[in-house]
């Protein structure tokens, strides 16, 4: 059997496995946070940073005076927290993946999501899914950095003269800025035809505006890395990576003999193991994609994302539109290709992207499946590929612009924000540039929406709402994100004069 359908079939049966936990097996809410009784008020006690409790702006020692609670259309209720009952009766009613507001002693809110209890039963059952899912997890982050480095120096190296690295360099920016801003301007129209954000029942209330920003201007200076090793060592520095690698294979075309032929050959060689490394690591694809499927089914559910439905809705139809109708006109107009035969060819890289939520832990399976299924030279693969898991986020670009414009309309209609035109042009900018800065990992897209938010001057605590819902959008966006840098590497390689991206709607996509 072919891996796509494998794929699928382990996508189908984890999703059925979670739902079947989730109704079988006891499984409460948790906030996988300490907390102690002071003079009427809860304290924190401790906490893992890194761990399931999503905590923000609160420290150990700090102290919580009340809950408050939005349930969407059963309206907003503030509950004083004088004890740990009073938090558990809480929690007790919540389910795992809610959003709560925590009010501090001095007034703030800070945000909590509610995790699935570590000693219930369904945990228990999760316990060996999770096993299997980090493990598959951390062998693609293992593949990254070594995957993206040899594959642009080979790439660079490889393309020849400097002339043909310059026209594949424009043509491949001009298509992943291109893409970019029709996938913004198609969510900021529906966003504003649809509204959904006019007396939406978020809880959240007017607050002082974030002061975190990060500047174009700033992305453009952390590309350059001070360090070339620990840029190594990071997963979350792939812009340094591919700075350096792109560095580095220009320059060794200009060594010289016998000097650019060893530099060549050795990078050559480092690639093919990688990506023999990456086909013995695929082989378990299957069996990750349903542990991932399954424990995100079985965590969370789908109780939590019924308050912001219409507002899911809009970013799921904006990146339909996006993914089924503006790519493919330009996969058949410009590159000459069945889209369907295409998606075909595509479909394995496509659904490891639904379930990782990551463009640059995909990277591995894209770029096999576009060289050997797409039939596209490793000449032109090597270089835009990597390039675009981490620049070209078609998906990720409309849903920051579609989520910070939600939450200004909401602002807008409790009279506390103007949304003006102006505004909205600098969402759609902000947007361009903060999805070439997002990393290619899970919810990298909602971290850059502070970025678009702090330019607005509006309060930061409504991207962390949108966190409750952010999973299974995050899984759309990332396929949105691959199938376009996919659709770049067929278009750039019919412009180089390669046929064999346009022959698979005739000879078939296997």
């Not at 999703?15 to 097996?25: D, E, P, T």
């Not at 709560?100 to 007034?107: C, N, V």
């Amino acid at each position: 059997m072919k891996l796509h359908w494998q794929v699928l079939i382990a996508m189908v049966l984890g999703a059925l496995a979670g739902v079947g936990m989730q109704k079988g097996l006891d499984g409460p809410a948790s906030t996988a946070v300490s907390w102690a009784e002071r003079d009427g008020a809860l304290e924190l006690v401790s906490f893992d940073a890194g761990g399931p409790g999503k905590l923000s702006d609160l420290a150990v020692g700090d102290r919580i005076a009340a809950v408050v609670l939005d349930r969407g259309d059963r309206g907003q209720r503030r509950v004083e927290l004088d004890g740990l009952a009073a938090l558990g009766s809480v929690v007790d009613e919540s389910t795992p993946g809610e959003m709560l507001w925590l009010e501090r002693a001095d007034g703030g809110l800070v945000s909590l999501k509610l995790e699935l209890d570590p000693d219930s039963p369904r945990a228990r059952i999760l316990a060996p899914l999770n096993f299997i899912a980090d493990i598959f997890l951390r062998l693609l982050k293992m593949l990254i950095v070594p995957l993206v480095m040899a594959s642009i120096i080979a790439g660079v190296a490889g393309v020849g003269s400097m002339g043909d690295l310059r026209r594949m360099g424009v043509k491949t920016f001009a298509y992943y800025i291109s893409t970019s801003i029709l996938a913004i301007l198609l969510g900021q129209l529906l966003v504003t035809l649809v509204r959904p954000g006019d007396g939406a029942k978020l809880g959240l209330a007017a607050a002082e505006p974030g002061t975190t920003t990060t500047s174009f201007i700033d992305i453009l200076i952390r590309m350059i890395p001070e360090n070339v090793p620990s840029a190594l060592t990071s997963n979350g520095a792939m812009l340094q990576v591919i700075f350096f690698a792109i560095l580095f294979g220009i320059f060794a075309t200009k060594a010289g003999e016998p000097h650019f032929s060893r530099m060549r050959e050795l990078f050559d060689s480092f690639f093919a193991v990688m990506l023999r490394m990456a086909e013995g690591v695929l082989t378990l694809l299957p069996y990750g994609v349903f542990a991932l499927i399954a424990r995100v089914v079985a965590s969370t559910g789908f109780e939590v994302f019924r308050p912001l439905l219409l507002y899911m809705a809009v970013v799921a139809g904006a990146l339909i539109i996006h993914a089924a109708v503006t790519l493919p006109v330009l996969l058949r107009v410009v590159g000459g290709i069945s889209p369907l035969a295409w998606f075909r060819a595509m479909s394995p890289a496509l659904m490891t992207a639904f379930s990782t939520s990551s463009s640059s832990m995909t990277l591995p399976v894209t770029l096999e499946t576009i060289e050997k299924k797409g039939k596209v030279s490793n000449k032109v693969t090597s270089f835009t590929v990597p390039l675009g898991a981490t620049i070209n986020m078609d998906g990720t670009a409309l849903y920051e612009c579609i989520g910070v414009i939600f939450l200004a309309q909401y602002y807008a209609s409790a009279g506390t924000f103007d949304l003006t035109l102006q505004a909205q042009g600098l969402v759609v900018v902000m947007a361009l540039f903060a999805s070439v800065g997002a990393a290619g990992i899970p919810s990298a897209g909602l971290v850059m929406m502070l970025t678009i938010l702090s330019a607005l001057d509006l309060p930061l605590e409504g991207a962390a709402l949108l966190l409750a819902v952010d999973r299974p959008l995050d899984m759309l966006r990332t396929v949105v994100n691959v199938w376009s840098d996919s659709c770049g590497a067929a278009i750039i390689a019919r412009s180089e004069g390669e046929t064999g991206p346009a022959e698979l709607g005739r000879a078939g996509a296997g």
